[in-house]
């Protein structure tokens, strides 16, 4: 497991672990996959360069061409919340806060477009699904724990499903948006986000004027202990 051929190889340490041979390869793999794809021969183009045994690197991606998507994004996920100090977010409004946080996410894939497509196709295939979900709720997780969110209710887990609607609807658009720096992907997402903020709104606004309904039970109850 000797790393030394590639100036890539310096990102690595002497004796490296499974994990972090595979960060250090996701993001070759993702480069390399516009082209091929998520494949074997995708990797081994990567270990290649980055100097590592091609049978290490297959272990270090047991799964595949999912794993090696999972890891690219788990890769996305770090360099977003490195983009994104909280001490940077803390001076904005949520809204803010989230549309800062998914146009990272967009910086940060632009360069690989292609290769999203292709990670978001494989993904799509029937089978994958669960994993599909699994990773587009991680993202949403963090994006929100970045932006401050402590709700351990049931609104921990709208905001995130509401949160995946928005990043995956806005990451289709991206995909076929040509305009510059991706003005029309932001545009929609200005428009996504205040639809959102509009409901949250309305939802508090409900709940404030909600004019509590008479409780049969408590009805019944007073009749039987008038007394309580």
Known sequence: MV?????????????????????????????????????????????????????VARLAFPGGARDMVDAWFATIDAAMAERCPAETLATMKIRERITRLVETRIDLFAPNRESLRRALALLALPGNAPHAAKLGWRAADLMWRLAGDTATDYNHYSKRAILTGVYGSTMAVFLNDESENFAETRAFL???????????????????????????????????????
Request: charged residues 30%; glycine residues 4%; aromatic residues 6%.
């Open 190 to 228: 200005a428009r996504r986000i205040d639809n959102v903020m509009r409901f949250e709104a309305w939802k508090h606004r409900r709940a404030a004027h909600r004019i509590e309904r008479p409780s049969l039970a408590r009805f019944v109850g007073r009749l039987r202990y008038p007394g309580r």
């Open 3 to 55: 790393m030394a051929q590639h100036p890539s190889a310096a990102t690595l340490p002497a004796d490296p672990t499974l994990d972090e041979i595979r960060a250090a390869l996701a993001p070759l793999v993702a480069a390399s996959a516009a082209f091929d794809g998520f494949t074997a021969a995708t990797l081994d183009e990567a270990a290649d360069a980055l100097g590592v045994d091609r049978d």
